[in-house]
């Protein structure tokens, strides 16, 4: 597979587990907490070359995920070789332009107690911006700890390459290009209101 492949599969992925996200999680507290309605058909193994069971491997519906615990520092390398072994990419063309990204921040993960995450290729400067803007607003809130959390419109958003809104005005002009996008790649807006249901997701969040 080459990269522009993967990349391709990767959206395709993404948008599937945003369609059906109680299926699909982006962070868990451990394997063991995938929903019990999943467990018949989740296939779950460690990945015998990271030490302490901190990175495993999940099949599920054909789909081969990988996950991370947060604490895992060479996360990047153990991803790459994934990516080879599960997808025959060429660790070669995986330059220092893309980064091996959590898909949920590990530091949110962390706080709010999740201990595995999911993980995704990204080009840097997409990471980077949410790294800067989002990510970093959504450390300054306040709920309870959970055990499991679900591919989001900010997840979903920021593994399918959609810019970021630099403020709520910025979102407010774009929101409707935004939704656009989404549809254009296959992400299914209950009943045609992704306005509405972007507008009630960054309303919820605060994020902006």
């Known amino acids: ?9 990767q959206q395709n992925d993404a948008v ?5 996200n109680g299926k699909f999680p982006v962070g868990v507290l451990s394997p063991q907490h995938f929903p019990s309605c999943l467990k018949n058909n989740t296939k779950i193994e460690y990945d015998l070359r990271v030490r302490k069971n901190r990175a495993f491997i999940r099949t599920y519906d054909n ?4 996950w991370v615990h947060i604490s895992h520092l060479g996360y990047r390398e153990s991803f790459l070789n994934f990516l080879v072994k ?5 660790k070669k063309v995986i330059t220092a332009d893309w980064n091996a990204d959590h898909i949920l921040n590990k530091a949110y993960a962390e706080k709010f107690g999740v201990k595995y995450v999911r993980m995704c290729l990204l080009c840097k400067d997409q990471n980077q911006s949410y790294g800067r803007k989002f990510e970093k ?3 300054k809130m306040n709920q309870n700890k959970r055990n499991i959390f679900l591919m989001d419109f900010l997840c979903a958003m920021k593994v399918l390459g959609v810019p970021i809104p630099e403020n709520r005005n910025d979102y407010i002009i774009k929101k409707s290009n935004i939704v656009k996008s989404l549809e254009q790649m296959g992400v299914d807006f209950k009943g045609g209101k992704g306005e509405e249901e972007l507008d009630e997701y960054f309303k919820w969040w605060s994020i902006l």
Not at 1 to 9: Q, V
Not at 63 to 66: I, L, M, R, T
């Open 86 to 90: 599960h997808y025959y990419l060429d």
């Open 16 to 20: 599937y587990a945003f369609n059906n």
């Open 63 to 66: 789909k081969v995920e990988y």
């Open 1 to 9: 597979m080459t990269l522009s492949e993967y990349l391709d599969y």
């Open 137 to 139: 607003n959504m450390m």
